[in-house]
Nanobody, 122 residues
């Protein structure tokens, strides 16, 4: 079992930046592939980014490529999502998730955090 807690959300103006963090407890984070997902009001949850266990491989949704960066610090049991050039359409609840395989399919992920709200004003 692994427990995940996100932090770092908030309100930011368009063009601004936020850094989300996901802290893990219960098991070492290095055992898991980590993903970020988001759910906007009235929409289904969607994939944002994923990072491999050692951090050497990442993959992004087209909508955030070039603006968001996923990273991890296995020694600190944390995963981060640096979000730059934020747009109003990035407004959503952001979730981190853990799984054994490198996947963008949210149905594959076994463990989820409670989410953190990101609101981007125009």
């Amino acid at each position: 079992q692994v427990q995940l807690v996100e932090s770092g959300g908030g309100l930011v103006q368009a063009g601004g930046s936020l850094r989300l963090s996901c802290a893990a407890s219960g098991r070492t984070l290095s055992s898991y592939v980590m993903g970020w997902f988001r759910q906007a009001p009235g929409k289904e949850r969607e994939f944002v980014a994923v990072i491999s266990r050692a951090g050497g491989t990442t993959y992004y949704a087209d909508s955030v490529k070039g603006r968001f960066t996923i990273s991890r610090d296995n020694a600190k049991n944390t995963v981060s999502l640096q979000m730059n050039s934020l747009k109003p359409e990035d407004t959503a609840v952001y979730y981190c998730a853990a799984d054994r395989q490198f996947t963008t399919n949210q149905d594959d992920y076994d463990y989820w955090g409670q989410g953190t709200q990101v609101t981007v004003s125009s």
